[in-house]
């Protein structure tokens, strides 16, 4: 192990600290390429002396993750202590090296209305810790796209359903500590089953589309204020009218 550093470099590099501890609470094992993109930020990545140091806090600070003590937590302080790092910068980096709850955006997918046989897809975000499995229904194509700075980035495609058909799954994401639930929703609709908005009214004698198709409440509704029919849909006489008229 090299020597404590001098007074002037340990200022220069005590920057990296809190980094280091944040990179590696996400469960990440940081190599050479690593501490020089960190190093670059400080002009230092040229320095050995500096990647050097930075391996010896890495090996400490990753300690963090497996105490489960008070008195090992003082241990692995006092070890940074020893490498001349003050203590309130020793304790703050312990305390963001511990690893953060698995946690994911968004917490769920709703796919919303679909076409028949339209597939979608959606991507999640996951933080605080490594993904160790992800479980899904065979109805789910789930690939982890990457990992960078402790962050795991999920697609999901969804493969197309039948007309009418409606999906309730979930995804089950298993890190190192602990296991999170995605709900996956979606649901197919022909478009054609939509009616026009505007259909000609089977009761009406204007010469016009009067019959309004209210989307929400999935009926009509004449709009001419003499007849104000309203006919549930779907409606044969509607139909009827409407294949003898342009
Ligand atoms: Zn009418």
């Known amino acids: 192990m090299q020597d404590r550093l001098s007074e002037e470099r340990l200022s220069k590099l005590l920057p990296m600290i809190p980094l280091l501890a944040e990179y590696i609470s996400g469960g990440n094992a940081p190599d050479r390429s690593i501490y020089t993109k960190m190093l670059r930020g400080i002009g230092l990545e040229t320095e050995d002396w500096a990647v050097q140091e930075l391996e010896i806090w890495t090996v400490v600070l990753k300690k963090v993750r497996d105490s489960s003590s008070e008195s090992e937590n003082t241990s692995i302080v006092a070890q940074l202590l020893g490498r001349g ?3 309130a910068s020793a304790i703050l980096a312990c305390h963001s090296a511990k690893p953060k709850p698995l946690s994911v955006e968004p917490e769920r997918i709703d796919l919303g209305i679909l076409s028949p046989g ?5 991507t999640l975000t996951v933080t605080g810790g490594l993904i160790k499995e992800v ?3 065979k109805r789910l194509n789930v690939s ?4 960078t700075g402790g962050n795991t980035l999920i697609k999901v495609v ?3 359903g039948n007309a009418g058909e409606s999906l309730v799954d979930q995804i089950i994401l298993r890190g190192d500590r602990g296991e999170l639930k995605v709900p996956v929703t979606a649901r197919w609709e022909r478009t054609q089953d939509k009616p026009p908005l505007l259909s000609w009214c089977p009761d009406c004698r204007i010469k016009e589309k009067s019959l309004f198709y209210n989307h929400y409440a999935r009926e009509y509704e004449c709009l001419n204020l003499i007849c104000k029919h309203k006919f ?6 509607v139909k009827e009218y409407n294949d003898t008229h342009d």
């Open 85 to 87: 790092i003050p203590e």
């Open 118 to 122: 339209e597939e979608a897809s959606a």
């Open 135 to 137: 479980l899904s229904s």
């Open 144 to 147: 982890l796209l990457r990992t």
């Open 158 to 160: 969804v493969s197309g």
């Open 232 to 237: 549930p849909y779907p409606d044969k006489r």
